[in-house]
């Protein structure tokens, strides 16, 4: 049985979002193992009482149980360049443990740490490596109605209608002004919004 893994933000010693976690989690144990018990993760998860009240990352491990727990503080990272990748076979619907095709094609792409890449994949514009995103028409925030992978804070701010669904094909891009990384670490703030002009290529 294969793993998966989730990345839960921590605040003050409060998981964030966990409904979203639990969503995905027991979504994909039901779609890959036919498990119909449901976990929920603010029951399974202790918060060491060793953390201060900064900003960390819960990593958990999981498949039909929780295998492991991890606690990291977070360090922002800064992205300064996406590099256009296409990729039509990759397949990453499901948020597996093991990254390899993900980090082979940033290790192929990406020349520094403040590089990732944007995956198209059959025309349309899916991922980063790390993150969903979100583009700014000058209107609106749209998301890729077909991403690589469904995220937490993606779902989230779908729910709170802050960005709304659009089948965005690599053409598209021209018809928008600003990006935003979007993931479980990753607040969604529209003054923090890259130039797609200055950052992709």
């Not at 025309?123 to 469904?150: C, M, Q």
């Not at 965005?168 to 928008?176: C, E, F, H, K, V």
């Amino acid at each position: 049985m294969f793993l998966l893994f989730e990345t839960i933000k921590v605040v003050n010693k409060k998981l964030q979002n966990v409904s979203f976690h639990n969503e995905r989690m027991n979504r994909s144990r039901f779609e890959l193992f036919g498990l119909k018990n449901d976990l929920n993760l603010a029951e399974l998860i202790e918060i060491p009482t060793d953390i201060s009240t900064d900003v960390y990352k819960c990593k958990v491990i999981y498949s039909d149980t929780i295998k492991d727990v991890e606690f990291r503080k977070y360090t922002s990272r800064k992205i300064d360049l996406l590099r256009l990748v296409v990729n039509d076979e990759i397949d990453y619907s499901y948020k597996y443990l093991d990254r390899k095709v993900l980090d082979e094609l940033v290790r192929k792409n990406c020349k520094a740490d403040s590089e990732d890449i944007l995956i198209v994949k059959n025309g349309r514009v899916t991922d980063t490596s790390y993150s969903n995103i979100a583009l700014f028409d000058g209107r609106e925030w749209h998301t890729p109605k077909f991403p690589l992978l469904k995220g937490t804070k993606r779902a989230k701010l779908l729910y709170d209608n802050r960005i709304i669904e659009k089948d965005i094909m690599i053409y598209d891009l021209q018809n928008y002004e600003k990006i935003i990384l979007i993931n479980a670490m990753l607040e969604f703030d529209p003054r923090e919004a890259k130039l797609l002009s200055e950052i992709l290529t």
